[in-house]
């Protein structure tokens, strides 16, 4: 299934969904050398992002954020691409720098009309802005 959206950042990347329902700040939420999510508040606390297509509402908090997400990448701890329902400046500014691409506004909301499963093989065209969703 293809569902258009709106282009954030290049590029063309594949991988498993990782779903959160919560915004996250990638300052003190995101652990930069190892991937994993260190903020116990968030539904995917304790969860590695690395490699996954990080799928959330969207980022928050502060600009450093951006060099957060850039340091992911540095690290090689980086998601392969995300997905929000609306890309706030810092997640674009960060996936942007980073090279990570990012896709948001999509035509079907893809957290809560549950369109795309935990685990789920997604397709980001951050190029083209669309996802496509592999079979269940």
Do not use: W
Not at 18 to 23: D, M, N, P
Not at 31 to 42: A, E, F, R, W, Y
Not at 119 to 135: A, D, W
């Amino acid at each position: 299934m293809k569902i258009k959206g709106r282009s954030i950042s290049k590029g063309v990347a594949t991988g498993k969904a990782l779903i959160s329902k919560q915004k996250i700040s990638f300052l003190g939420a995101v652990n930069p050398t190892t991937g994993v999510i260190v903020d116990k508040s968030l539904d995917v606390y304790g969860r590695e992002i690395t490699n996954r297509i990080l799928i959330f509402p969207g980022g928050k908090g502060s600009t450093v954020g951006s060099y957060i997400i850039y340091q992911l990448k540095k690290h090689g701890k980086s998601p392969c691409a995300m997905i929000s329902r609306r890309a706030d400046t810092i997640v674009a500014v960060g996936a942007i720098i980073a090279e990570i691409p990012v896709v948001d506004s999509l035509e079907i909301d893809p957290i809560e009309g549950e369109l795309i499963q935990e685990g789920q093989e997604v397709l980001v065209n951050g190029t083209e802005g669309y996802i496509e969703i592999g079979s269940r």
